[in-house]
């Protein structure tokens, strides 16, 4: 009696098994249910120091027989402000949805929007500031230091864009996700991470992100 007793629960866990056994499909709408939950993902931060510098001339702007001349003066002023910057890029899931996973069969793909950066702090070291002047000249105002530490942040994040902030973002996001979409019941080997500008650019290449993880790893 105990035997076909241990039989029928035997039976009815296999059968329950294949009753909460998933579709790809539904594994797929798991997956865009967890990554949606996300507004952001925050892939990497880079930390900056920088030295702004500017340097100007005085000058006496006049008219000489109905014409606007420009007169330098002697003297000038410099100013030097150490800046430390954080900048960090992410992935904005805020328009993430089905149309971003595709399965077929046991394999998914899905398309990520491109990474973006943002400046997340900009301090001014002002214990590092100096200044030279001329003696007839004045010290810097508050408002223009203050633009010349606009126009630092500005130059920092144009630098950014020509460093490998952008790849290392992607790398990021490939190592954040693909855990999860396993989780979900897909293979490594069937998971394909891309990003919409690459398929704008027709340059996805699953190479190259291999070679990133293969440099992180070493």
Not at 83 to 90: E, G, H, Q, S, T
């Amino acid at each position: 009696m105990k035997r076909y007793g241990w039989l029928a629960i035997l039976l009815a866990f296999l059968m329950t098994g294949c009753f909460l056994s998933k579709s790809p499909e539904e594994k797929g709408k798991e997956v865009v249910h967890s990554i949606s939950r996300s507004a952001r993902l925050y892939t990497v931060q880079y930390n900056v120091h920088k030295v702004l510098t500017y340097q100007d001339f005085s000058s006496l702007e006049t008219s000489f027989l109905f014409e606007k001349i420009t007169i330098p003066i002697p003297g000038e002023r410099k100013i030097v402000l150490p800046m430390d910057a954080v900048l960090k890029a992410y992935i904005d899931f805020s328009s993430f949805s089905d149309e971003n996973v595709s399965v077929v069969g046991d394999h998914i793909t899905i398309t990520l929007p491109a990474p973006k950066i943002e400046m997340t702090s900009a301090k001014v070291d002002y214990t590092g500031e100096k200044q030279f002047l001329s003696w007839n000249r004045f010290s810097f105002t508050e408002e223009e230091r203050e633009s010349l530490l606009r126009k630092g942040r500005e130059k920092v994040l144009a630098d950014m864009k020509g460093s490998d902030i952008i790849e290392r973002s992607q790398l990021g996001a490939y190592n954040a996700l693909v855990p999860l979409v396993e989780a979900a019941g897909f293979r490594r080997e069937n998971i394909v991470i891309r990003f919409d500008q690459e398929l704008l650019d027709k340059s996805h290449n699953e190479q190259f992100l291999l070679k990133m993880i293969e440099r992180e790893t070493l």
